[in-house]
T-cell receptor, first 114, second 113 residues
């Protein structure tokens, strides 16, 4: 059973398009996250939701919009894609936001903008 | 503010030799410290964490890490490295008063046979 799953695994699209990445966790966790890993492997938090409430909203372009329909799902919608958006996007979850508990990561979605 | 530094981009060791991956941190409060490993084309996997108590923590796959408050360090160690330990290792810190987990830049470990 996959704990944190993401779809799609690969996404190739052209500049200017709008795309979404979906994330689901079956761990019963309250908190979910989106991270961006760039080509140099730097990992940066983008957003976090705790039980459908936004608790972390880093400085990212407003073309990026997270949506959490319920605490098991956190989707990432990206408008007007740019070349610089090419990266691997990771979803993660943890039992609570902050605190002592570790995060569980999905397999990643490799986004390539051409 | 919180931050993590991993001073080595790469660590190369021979199989069977000890492996150390260095990490130093900066927080305003007390730190919660974590190590994760990323294999090629995979997500991050949790290895171990320090929350409080014993400064030496043991984790998955024979890894351990030592918390040193005076040196603000949390180095990852394995007494005898395996070729299968070759991967990208991330140190991460969370201040006790922060939701965010801040990651270091990562250290690529290569274990040669």
């Amino acid at each position: 059973d996959t704990a944190v799953s993401q779809t799609p695994k690969y996404l190739v699209t052209q500049m200017g398009n709008d795309k979404s990445i979906k994330c689901e966790q079956n761990l019963g966790h309250d908190t979910m996250y989106w991270y961006k890993q760039d080509s140099k492997k730097f990992l940066k938090i983008m957003f976090s939701y705790n039980n459908k409430e936004l608790i972390i909203n880093e400085t990212v372009p407003n073309r990026f919009s997270p949506k959490s329909p319920d605490k098991a799902h956190l989707n990432l919608h990206i408008n007007s894609l740019e070349l610089g958006d090419s990266a691997v996007y990771f979803c993660a979850s943890s039992p609570i936001g902050g605190g002592t508990r570790e995060q569980y990561f999905g397999p990643g979605t490799r986004l390539t903008v051409t | 503010a919180q931050s993590v530094a991993q001073p080595e981009d790469q660590v190369n060791v021979a199989e069977g030799n000890p492996l150390t991956v260095k990490c130093t941190y900066s927080v305003s409060g007390n730190p919660y410290l974590f190590w994760y490993v990323q294999y090629p084309n995979r997500g991050l996997q949790f290895l171990l964490k320090y929350i409080t108590g014993d400064n030496l923590v043991k984790g998955s796959y024979g890894f351990e890490a030592e918390f040193n408050k005076s040196q603000t360090s949390f180095h990852l160690k394995k007494p005898s490295a395996l070729v299968s330990d070759s991967a990208l290792y991330f140190c991460a810190v969370r201040d006790t008063n922060d939701y965010k987990l801040s990651f270091g830049a990562g250290t690529t470990v290569t274990v040669r046979a």
